[in-house]
């Protein structure tokens, strides 16, 4: 009876804690069930931030990534962005010597030169430079140059739609005599002996393959006329090449009229604006063989474009980017600009044709700088209507825009940018940010991995010798149109007067005054190595005249002449890309 006593007590005491057992295991179960719930799969983990007691396994790629945060602003920058240093030291020079001799005492009156161009605008502009200066070289009266209207282009343009003819011919007619259209000949018209030379042309070059059949035949057409002269000709050449790329050539009143008034329109958004010369049209990309990460839609497309020219050489996409020869998409421009010190309330001009991948290639750039314009946004139709039917003057307005523009910049190396850098140069060296593209391939490749502050710091060390400041590209390198030196004088009055300026300052602002010193006493060069340079040219042509007469070319056989059995209806990849 006592045993019994003794256990109903403990039977009871445990029959009341069992509900509360219960409780707390079905709590615990209930709350287990949440947890895992709210859990992620296995595989989605590294969707999920790290936690802080994983730290030591992260991968420091994950960090980076994270870091890398593009600002709004262009953060602080060590120079003025709208301003070359140095700027005002140097000018454009290109007045003849005294050497030079007078047109009307050189020029035979049984020699005239006509030449035909070929390619867009700015490819023509350099066939016009240097047909005054082959005229020159032959003693010979210069035919107006006839512009390209039948290649891709198809523009009917002729010299006088583009230029102000009248003021062309009367700024050279001390250099070169300049007739608009061969005299007749037995009261016919003339027509000339038409043949070719070959690129790069020097001085010996004219004389001995062109000067031959000019004295035959009294008149020679020169066709495809683009780049066929030497970049190495005496001093007074270049600078006749200057005169007339820089002054002579002046566009007609109404391209001046509209240009100036997009210009105009630009200036009331903005006290400074860039000018963006963007190419990254389809057909542009598919012979420049490179690959932008768009998949097997952009191979099958980009590949279709290429199978037009039997002729394109396929490139191998990884190499061409290595080489620097991929023009940069519109972001890898954003974040370059940004990383220069350009922030979102920059104002650009986009001067473009058809971009590839339309909207959705612009969108990262315009999400970088919204405040995006061209001549259609900023003109009504009815303004351009005069111009829209021509590419030429399309094409001449965007190059006043940017020509005027604080800033120009440029994704590729064409002959706009070329011949745009070289006429910023001449007049004040005005800022022009070329692509090292070479070392930004990297660069943008690996961006996710490295913070925004390494990103900028590599930029802006990459880009040091391709912002358009004075002598960073040493003289005689690349085409002559991008880099006029022998037509740039330094003010050494102006340089010295400065460098006594930053003396007076006196001692309190001892360590500013040498780095201002410094900046004065010595130009930077430091930027531009030969590895760095774009491949820009093909090597001037080199011939001797016992060579010629070998071959049978020094008076001017049937190889130096047109041949129409050769020609194509495939029109040639150098007029289509050109521009």
Request: include cysteine; glycine fraction near 6%; aromatic fraction near 10%.
């Amino acid at each position: 009876m006592s045993f019994q006593r003794r256990r109903y007590p403990y039977y009871n005491r445990l029959r009341r804690l069992l509900p509360l057992v219960f409780a707390v295991s079905l709590s615990l179960l209930i709350l287990f069930a949440f947890l895992s719930f709210l859990a992620p799969h296995p595989g989605d983990s590294d969707r999920l931030p790290p936690r802080v007691r994983h730290t030591s396994q992260i991968n420091s790629d994950t960090i980076k990534t994270a870091a890398f945060r593009v600002p709004r602003d262009g953060g602080r920058s060590d120079r003025d962005v709208w301003r070359s240093r140095n700027a005002d030291f140097f000018y454009g020079c290109s007045n003849a010597t005294s050497k030079f001799s007078n047109s009307k005492a050189v020029t035979r009156n049984d020699r005239y030169l006509a030449i035909a161009t070929s390619g867009g605008l700015n490819q023509q502009r350099t066939g016009i430079v240097d047909a005054v200066v082959a005229a020159r070289i032959l003693n010979a009266t210069l035919v107006v140059p006839k512009l390209d209207q039948k290649s891709y282009w198809k523009d009917a343009s002729d010299f006088s739609h583009i230029f102000d003819v009248d003021w062309f011919m009367s700024f050279l007619s001390e250099d070169v005599r300049i007739i608009k259209q061969l005299p007749q000949k037995g009261g016919r018209t003339w027509s000339p002996s038409r043949m070719r030379v070959p690129r790069k042309c020097n001085e010996r070059c004219y004389i001995n393959r062109v000067l031959p059949v000019l004295h035959k035949r009294h008149a020679v057409q020169l066709n495809k006329f683009d780049y066929r002269l030497s970049n190495k000709l005496s001093d007074d050449l270049q600078k006749l090449r200057c005169r007339v790329n820089y002054h002579a050539l002046k566009f007609t009143d109404p391209i001046l009229k509209m240009g100036n008034e997009l210009v105009r329109r630009m200036r009331l958004r903005s006290k400074h604006f860039i000018a963006l010369h963007l190419r990254f049209e389809p057909d542009m990309l598919a012979f420049s063989g490179c690959y932008y990460g768009g998949g097997d839609k952009e191979r099958r497309e980009l590949a279709a474009i290429r199978r037009r020219w039997k002729t394109l050489h396929i490139n191998n996409p990884e190499k061409q980017r290595r080489q620097g020869r991929c023009p940069l998409t519109p972001e890898e421009v954003g974040l370059m600009l940004r990383a220069l010190g350009y922030g979102s309330d920059v104002h650009i001009y986009v001067a473009s044709g058809e971009v590839y991948g339309g909207e959705e290639s612009l969108a990262p750039l315009k999400a970088l700088f919204p405040h995006f314009y061209s001549k259609d946004t900023i003109a009504t139709k009815e303004e351009l209507e005069p111009f829209s039917s021509y590419s030429s003057r399309m094409a001449a307005l965007d190059f006043l825009v940017c020509d005027e523009s604080d800033v120009f910049v440029t994704n590729n190396n064409g002959n706009m940018a070329k011949i745009l850098a070289g006429r910023r140069r001449y007049f004040g060296h005005k800022p022009t940010v070329r692509p090292n593209a070479k070392k930004l391939y990297r660069l943008f490749l690996n961006k996710e991995n490295t913070t925004w502050e390494e990103f900028t710091s590599r930029v802006r060390s990459f880009q040091r010798g391709f912002m358009g400041e004075p002598k960073e590209v040493r003289a005689g390198r690349g085409e002559f149109h991008e880099n006029p030196s022998t037509c740039i004088c330094e003010d050494t009055e102006a340089k010295a007067k400065a460098q006594i300026e930053s003396r007076k300052l006196g001692k309190k602002n001892k360590s500013t005054n040498k780095d201002a010193a410094a900046a004065v006493t010595t130009v930077p060069n430091d930027g531009q190595s030969e590895e760095d340079e774009p491949d820009w040219s093909e090597p001037d042509y080199e011939e001797e005249q016992s060579d010629l007469q070998d071959r049978g070319l020094y008076n001017g056989t049937s190889l130096d002449y047109d041949d129409p059995s050769s020609t194509s209806d495939e029109p040639e990849l150098e007029e289509m890309l050109s521009d």
